[in-house]
């Protein structure tokens, strides 16, 4: 089972480290991907890690904020200059089946193992 760590509250403009670690297996063989899903709002692709890392992907509104990376146990996002619009749950997903060297945070059907999530609130 996946398990994320790393959230809490924080002011605008600071940073967080969000941790994946898989409590029974390595992760080295599966892609990696941080979604979020705010109130009342769908679940929402951030970023992606492929198998070995040298790929890695974004969504727009993060890009050049927030940073994805991965030793053998674990999946990273780095998270700075933090807004408002960042609070939501954060998730992360695995993807058992995975194309070498590729991944998409728009294909949240390919991630067949999920964390329970951690909470992410960004406020003054």
């Known amino acids: 089972q996946l398990v994320e760590s790393g959230g809490g509250l924080v002011q605008p403009g600071g940073s967080l480290r969000l941790s994946c670690e898989d409590s029974?297996?390595?992760?080295?063989?599966?892609?990696i991907a941080w979604f979020r899903q705010a109130p009342g709002k769908e679940r929402e692709g951030v970023s992606c890690i492929a198998i070995r890392g040298y790929t890695t992907n974004y969504t727009d509104s993060v890009k050049g904020r927030f940073t994805i990376s991965r030793t053998k146990n674990a999946v990273y996002l780095q998270m700075d200059n933090l807004k408002p619009e960042d609070t939501a749950v954060y998730y992360c997903?695995?993807?058992?089946?995975?194309?070498?060297?590729?991944?998409?945070?728009?294909?949240?059907?390919?991630?067949?193992?999920w964390g329970r999530g951690t909470q992410v609130t960004v406020s003054s």
């Open positions: 997903g695995g993807d058992s089946d995975p194309v070498p060297d590729r991944c998409s945070v728009a294909d949240k059907g390919r991630y067949d193992r």
């Open positions: 029974e297996f390595t992760l080295d063989y599966s892609t």
